[in-house]
């Protein structure tokens, strides 16, 4: 219910191909997945993969299950480096699986290296992988190519052009790469990669978008603020006084996610390094990540709100609630329950 109401916004908006779920199997020292993984477990992950791709796509807005094969077992970037997959590529695999059950139309791929080369240009897993033992046979997305994983390691053109000699048949470009950048990418792709290949990539591409013709419905978001309620941790004591001093100790902002767009009614923010003051709540994200925020809002009498993954707890604060997530409808959740 919660993707098919995202699915009615997005069309509203004239969207028809949204860069989600997130298939990923997160592990807690993972830099960038976090919080837009569905959890840490294959199986649980796999059941909401499912669904978000079937609700999203009962609207006929495109769904897009990334980073193929899997990203949360990283304890690197991508963004900024070329991770490499902590253990077997299988463990990923079964919310990918998933997806393709539920007739998901594109995967994304991962700038990381399974084998020797990145899993985006990399055939093995492309080809034999995911068109052969998958049997997947819609678009193949590629994430972003000015990713340091890629563009300081293999280069741009180098990886749009493996990327789709191995089955890539999209490929993403920011606009921070700059005109010159895409001139080039075309002219390589045409001078190296093979007609036939293009061609069978112009056709997926083609086919993704003659299906993704929204729906335009209402959004149900009431059924995304229940989903929210739903989604809290609540232990202690979380009441509050009539004025209580809110507290948010902001990390630098996640790459993929950027900056916080949301805080908690009230907040007053603090930075690493800076002092942070008496309050009665507190706001953090991802704290088993960051130890100035633990020794920081460590207190009695205090409430501790987790906003990212929550590992760490407190051990001496009065109250603490995780959210499992950032968003407006999470922050808005925790609201209701501390009476901001």
Not at 188 to 198: K, M, N, S, W, Y
Not at 228 to 237: F, S, V, Y
Not at 268 to 292: L, N, T
Not at 302 to 312: H, K, R, Y
Request: glycine fraction near 8%.
């Amino acid at each position: 219910l919660v993707a098919r109401s995202i699915a009615a916004e997005l069309a509203a908006a004239g969207v028809n191909w949204n860069l989600a779920p997130v298939a990923d199997v997160n592990v807690p020292a993972n830099p960038v997945i976090g919080t837009r993984a569905f959890g840490d477990n294959a199986d649980l992950v796999a059941r909401h993969v499912a669904a978000y791709v079937r609700g999203l796509q009962s609207r006929r807005v495109a769904a897009c299950a990334k980073h193929f094969p899997g990203h949360g077992s990283t304890t690197q970037d991508s963004h900024l480096e070329l991770p490499t997959l902590v253990g077997d590529v299988e463990a990923g695999l079964a919310p990918f699986r998933a997806a393709i059950d539920a007739g998901v139309v594109s995967i994304m791929t991962a700038h990381v290296r399974v084998h020797e080369l990145p899993a985006t240009v990399d055939p093995a897993l492309l080809g034999d992988l995911l068109r052969g033992q998958l049997g997947f046979d819609g678009v193949v997305f590629a994430d972003a190519l000015e990713m340091k994983a890629v563009s300081e390691t293999i280069g741009v053109v180098e990886t749009a052009v493996h990327a789709l000699a191995a089955g890539v048949d999209a490929l993403c470009i920011g606009h921070d790469l700059g005109a010159d950048a895409v001139d080039a990418i075309v002219e390589a792709l045409a001078a190296r990669v093979p007609e036939d290949r293009l061609r069978d990539a112009a056709r997926r591409v083609r086919s993704l978008a003659l299906w993704a013709r929204p729906d335009v419905g209402s959004p149900d978001r009431a059924e995304a603020a229940a989903a929210a309620r739903r989604a809290l941790e609540i232990a202690g004591d979380v009441t509050v006084g009539e004025t209580p001093r809110v507290v948010e100790l902001r990390p630098s902002a996640n790459i993929a996610a950027g900056e916080a767009e949301y805080g908690l009614a009230q907040a007053v923010v603090v930075r690493e390094g800076e002092p942070v003051p008496a309050a009665e709540v507190y706001v953090v994200r991802d704290a088993h990540r960051h130890a100035w925020m633990r020794a920081a809002v460590d207190r009695p009498d205090a409430i501790v709100v987790e906003i990212g993954l929550p590992v760490w707890r407190p051990t001496r604060s009065r109250g603490y609630v995780a959210t499992h997530g950032g968003g407006g409808a999470s922050l808005h959740a925790a609201e209701e329950v501390l009476g901001l």
